[in-house]
């Protein structure tokens, strides 16, 4: 089963909005940062956007900068992806992950920096 849970998936026309939701799905854990990929069909998995949980450093994609927002509520546990002005090519399956540890051995944007996942939620942008 999937450490954490995403919400808010779904169609969407061009230039629409929608906001994702990220949760643990049981007891909670601390975590030094989360993150957003996403997998179109047949494609590898990508970096979106990340954010650490203290200090609130946020990074994206040049894909998504001043069209997506990361931010996180340690009252609820929970990060939160804003999506504006969507585009087709943002249709995609879209996870949540959360490195536990804080290494540093790779960078926020390597998807090697996570240990818990979400199971995924589809976006669907159209024309």
Same mark, same amino acid.
């Given at each position: 089963?999937?450490?954490?849970?995403?919400?808010?998936?779904?169609?969407?026309?061009?230039?629409?909005?929608?906001?994702?939701?990220? &949760?643990?799905?049981?007891? %909670?854990?601390?975590?030094?940062?989360? &993150?957003?990929?996403?997998?179109?069909?047949?494609?590898?998995?990508?970096?979106?956007? &990340?954010?650490?949980?203290?200090?609130?450093?946020? !990074?994206?994609?040049?894909?998504?900068?001043?069209?997506?927002?990361?931010?996180?509520? %340690?009252?609820?546990?929970?990060?939160?992806?804003?999506?504006?002005?969507?585009? %087709?090519?943002?249709? &995609?399956?879209?996870?949540?992950?959360? !490195? %536990?540890?804080?290494?540093?051995?790779?960078?926020?944007?390597?998807?090697?920096?996570?240990?818990?996942?979400?199971?995924?939620?589809?976006?669907?942008?159209?024309?």
């Amino acid at each position: 089963q999937a450490q954490l849970v995403e919400s808010g998936g779904g169609l969407v026309q061009a230039g629409g909005s929608l906001r994702l939701s990220c &949760a643990p799905s049981g007891r %909670p854990f601390g975590t030094y940062a989360w &993150a957003w990929f996403r997998q179109e069909s047949g494609k590898e998995r990508e970096f979106v956007a &990340a954010i650490t949980w203290r200090a609130g450093n946020k !990074d994206y994609a040049d894909s998504v900068k001043g069209r997506f927002t990361i931010s996180r509520d %340690p009252a609820k546990d929970t990060v939160t992806l804003q999506m504006n002005n969507l585009k %087709p090519e943002d249709t &995609a399956v879209y996870y949540c992950a959360a !490195d %536990p540890y804080g290494r540093r051995t790779y960078s926020l944007r390597d998807v090697r920096s996570y240990e818990y996942w979400g199971q995924g939620t589809q976006v669907l942008v159209s024309s």
